[in-house]
Each structure stands twice: as structure tokens, then as C-alpha cells.
């Protein structure tokens, strides 16, 4: 079983930023392609950037130019840059596999909130 690990969120001012976390470990061999998602209050879980295998990234329209998703595979280490923060970026952070991946989802973990102030 993977266990998911999200840090880094937190309170900030819009303009700002904020760096997440998410350490993999369990039956996880090494982390090459992982997915940032995130849960606005009274939303639906939503999809912000992914990285693949082939270390390609995508990001959803809201998002892009903002964030930067990388992965340090020494560490099973996804990280999420995000500049530029607005209040619609507001919500509960999580890691995880990408959507089609052949595996399915890991096991969710408690995620990041992020809040960010007008």
C-alpha cells in the first residue's frame, strides 16, 4: 500500500505563494509521475497539474503560468509551486496518481489547505 503525505499549506495574502509537499512511501518502488488535486469548499475534487512518466507536465487553465509541479525521485517527492496565489485557489490539497493511471488512485491522504486572503 502507498501512504501519501501532503505539507506546506497554509494561510497567505493574495500575491503570494506557497510551496506543497508530498512525500510517497509503502510499496512504492520510486515516484515518477503523480498528480496535485485539489477540494474547494462545497466543490468537487478537481485536477491542477500532473506530471508523467516522461516528465511532460500539464495543468489546468486556472492554474497554468502559476504553478509548477516537480518530482525528486531520491526522495518520493512531489512538490507544488504556486505563485501568484488568488482566493479561488482556496481549498484542501491532495497527491495522488494521475487520473487514468493503470493503477488506479492510491489511498487518499489528509491532504493541505491552502487559504489564501483577498
Known amino acids: 500500500q502507498v501512504r501519501l503525505v501532503e505539507s506546506g499549506g497554509g494561510l497567505v495574502q493574495a500575491g503570494g505563494s506557497l510551496r506543497l509537499s508530498c512525500a510517497a512511501s509503502?510499496?512504492?518502488?520510486?515516484?515518477?509521475?503523480m498528480s496535485w488535486y485539489r477540494q474547494a469548499p462545497g466543490k468537487q475534487r478537481e485536477l491542477v497539474a500532473t506530471?508523467?512518466?516522461?516528465?511532460?507536465?500539464s495543468y489546468a487553465d486556472s492554474v497554468k503560468g502559476r504553478f509548477t509541479i516537480s518530482i525528486d525521485n531520491a526522495k518520493n517527492t512531489v512538490y507544488l509551486q504556486m505563485n501568484s496565489l488568488q482566493p479561488e485557489d482556496t481549498g484542501v490539497y491532495y497527491c495522488?496518481?494521475?487520473?487514468?493511471?493503470?493503477?488506479?488512485?492510491?489511498?487518499w491522504g489528509q491532504g493541505t489547505q491552502v487559504t489564501v486572503s483577498s
Open positions: 509503502g510499496s512504492i518502488v520510486r515516484v515518477n509521475t
Open positions: 506530471f508523467t512518466s516522461g516528465g511532460t507536465t
Open positions: 495522488n496518481a494521475p487520473p487514468l493511471n493503470r493503477g488506479g488512485f492510491y489511498s
